[in-house]
């Protein structure tokens, strides 16, 4: 098992940054991806941005490419969404979730463990 926890999330205004922390628990190992997907009312949940654990490999969707970044301490053992030019577009609940690191997982398709989503509103 493998307990997710967020904390980061608030209100912000356009053009703002933040940082979504994500403390992982229990059995870690480099047999995981772990990252964030992301869920605005209305619309489908969606991928953002992931690691293998030892942090090696990152992974971004193109909405996320050039202002968000996501990296760990494993010392701390936390996962971290640096978000930066925040927009109102970006305004979901934010979760951060992982996979076990088998082939295609690498985007959080269908993730086996979830955060309980932290939420990130960005005002215009």
């Known amino acids: 098992q493998v307990q997710l926890v967020e904390s980061g999330g608030g209100l912000v205004q356009t053009g703002d940054s933040l940082r979504l922390s994500c403390a992982v628990s229990?059995?870690?190992?480099?047999?995981?991806?772990i990252g964030w997907l992301r869920q605005a009312p209305g619309k489908e949940r969606e991928f953002i941005a992931a690691?293998?654990?030892?942090?090696?490999?990152?992974y971004y969707s193109d909405s996320a490419k050039g202002r968000f970044t996501i990296s760990r301490d494993n010392a701390k053992n936390t996962v971290y969404l640096q978000m930066n030019s925040l927009k109102p577009e970006d305004t979901a609940i934010y979760y951060c979730?992982?996979?076990?690191?088998?082939?295609?997982?690498?985007?959080?398709?269908?993730?086996?463990?979830w955060g309980q989503g932290t939420q990130v509103t960005v005002s215009s």
């Open positions: 979730a992982a996979q076990f690191a088998l082939p295609g997982a690498d985007h959080l398709p269908d993730p086996d463990y």
């Open positions: 229990g059995r870690t190992s480099s047999t995981y991806y």
């Open positions: 690691l293998n654990w030892s942090g090696t490999n990152t």
